[in-house]
């Protein structure tokens, strides 16, 4: 099992949760490894909003590509997180 943890979540569970799960996960031979990811409680929920560039390429359109990228930046890490998971089962 593993509990990902934000690292900016001044609402977060994990370690509640994780001391809940523990006798159950090790009474079938499991282990709970923690995640500690840069975001907060909200990065799961960050859009993939389209920009739509106009008819010439203005810095408006760099920066808000620019700052898409970083806003989103989290929200990949968290997906990769969760994949290599799934993958390693």
Same mark, same amino acid.
């Given at each position: 099992?593993?509990?990902?943890?934000?690292?900016?979540?001044?609402?977060?569970?994990?370690?509640?949760?994780? *001391?809940? #799960?523990?006798?159950?996960?090790? $009474?079938?031979?499991?282990?709970?490894?923690? !995640?500690?990811?840069?975001?907060?409680?909200?990065?799961?929920?960050?859009?993939?909003?389209?920009?739509?560039?106009?008819?010439?390429?203005?810095?408006? *359109?760099? #920066?808000?590509?620019?700052?898409? $990228?970083?806003?989103?930046?989290?929200?990949? !890490?968290?997906?990769?997180?969760?994949?290599?998971?799934?993958?390693?089962?």
């Amino acid at each position: 099992m593993v509990s990902v943890k934000f690292s900016v979540d001044a609402i977060d569970d994990t370690d509640i949760i994780e *001391d809940i #799960l523990r006798p159950r996960v090790d $009474s079938i031979g499991g282990q709970i490894k923690k !995640v500690v990811l840069s975001g907060t409680h909200l990065t799961p929920c960050i859009q993939d909003v389209k920009w739509q560039v106009g008819s010439e390429y203005t810095p408006a *359109d760099a #920066l808000a590509q620019g700052l898409k $990228s970083l806003a989103l930046n989290e929200t990949r !890490v968290l997906s990769r997180t969760i994949a290599d998971y799934f993958r390693s089962l």
